[in-house]
């Protein structure tokens, strides 16, 4: 009998080709994405600077203290007035000045590795990658893809609402930031109560958003929002809560009466494609009620393509109509300026950006590896042949001028996929 690879199994190889590839979305597009490079970029050849986001565009303060105070002027001196030959002077008015004000929200990621892991896996025949190394730089990719995330939510931290509920299963408005592992907490809108803790996600289906979860089953109502467990409104601000006409932000009421500077414009689609005009209206709009322009449209790659096959129907759109943005980032014009697509961005919507007005709020710039204690790496507190350590960050998205933003919302979009 002939000698077969079925018979001589025990002796073959595994065959394993290098390098791990990576199959997860790492653009972070709206906060950062790396480093400046040394030296000024060559624009004559292309060359841009490394994408850092509103890490990088936006105005940087660095926090102190019990809260960050900036005083801004938001109305003029009326005492002025035309008057008859030798009439009464208008009565004296005066600047107005209202201080905004806010503290920074805390950030953090958590590692965890026996000791023979990281011994074993720093021997090249034993793995492929360094364990520690890895995990540590993962750790930095999802705390930052998170954080990215949290940028254009509303401090709340809520990442889908339920529409019905099920047996150990809730309907979701959307998938958009739910994966399958994901621990998450059922918290009540109008009270902030805890519903279910500590829940992992088994299962999605994108098509009917119906969301399985872990442990006892919970009847969760239309009231019910999920989240990051423990994230509840302990998230930083995001565009959804930068970019409003109502409700308090920075501790200056929008709705107030005279508070009328404190608003974005919002424009309402109801489901239709944005176009060259709707979006100007907006444009138009921030220009004329605030001290600023619209520099930078940030959207969906639906809504983009959707606006890019009106151009093509016109024959209006070539590849002059592009520029490429830090990190190498093209975008497509809309009336001289940037249309980008960001993957992180919510579904049916569109953010015009004057750069000038956002802010990043930090106590230290960077992340770092808390080693306050002389070690980064600490032994687990269980006493298992473990390691620990954590990455953390304080700090916050803010704007200084609410008016110079806006948004379209309800915009005709593609479906929402599980986040990657």
Known sequence: ??????????????????PVREQLNQRRVIMFQSKDPDGSPDTSKGETHAFRGFDKDGEDVQFAGRQWVLPVHVSRNEGIGAIAEGGILPTAGRQGWV?????????????????????????????????LEK????????????????AYGNQTGALA??????????????????????VIDLVNVSTDAVLASARTITAINP????????????????????????????EIN??????????????????????EW???????AAGATFSEDSGQQVVDSIGQQSNGDVELLLTTRGIRRRYVATLKSQKRFNDADSVVLHGGFKAIMFNEMPLVFDDDLPKGNMFFLNTDALMWVYLEKDWDWIDDDGAILSRATDRSDAF???????????????????KYINLADDAAITWR
């Not at 009998?1 to 290098?18: E, F, G, I, R, S």
């Not at 730089?137 to 995330?149: A, E, H, N, Q």
């Not at 119906?210 to 929002?225: C, E, L, P, Q």
């Not at 930068?242 to 932000?249: A, E, K, S």
């Open 1 to 18: 009998m002939p000698q077969t690879t079925a018979n001589a199994d025990a002796v073959l190889k595994d065959y394993y080709l290098t």
């Open 99 to 131: 201080d905004l004000k806010d503290t920074v929200r805390h950030n953090t990621g958590v590692i965890s590795l026996t000791r023979y892991a990281i011994r074993l896996s720093n021997r090249d025949e034993g793995a492929f990658v360094k364990l």
């Open 135 to 150: 995990e540590t730089s993962g750790l930095v990719d999802d705390i930052s893809k998170d954080v990215c995330r949290q």
């Open 161 to 182: 609402a339920v529409t019905a509920d099920g047996a150990n299963t809730v309907t979701v408005d959307s998938v958009q930031y739910l994966r399958v592992g994901m």
């Open 207 to 234: 098509s009917t958003k119906v969301v399985t979860y872990s442990g006892a089953d919970a009847t969760a109502t239309t009231s019910h929002r999920l989240c990051r467990t423990g994230n509840w409104k302990k």
């Open 238 to 259: 995001g565009l959804a809560n930068l970019i409003g006409n109502t409700g308090v932000l920075h501790a200056v009421d929008s709705a107030a009466a005279g508070n």
């Open 262 to 268: 404190w608003q974005s414009v919002i424009q309402d």
């Open 388 to 406: 620990e350590g954590y990455l953390a960050a304080d700090h916050d998205f803010a704007t200084s001028a609410r008016n110079k933003l806006g």
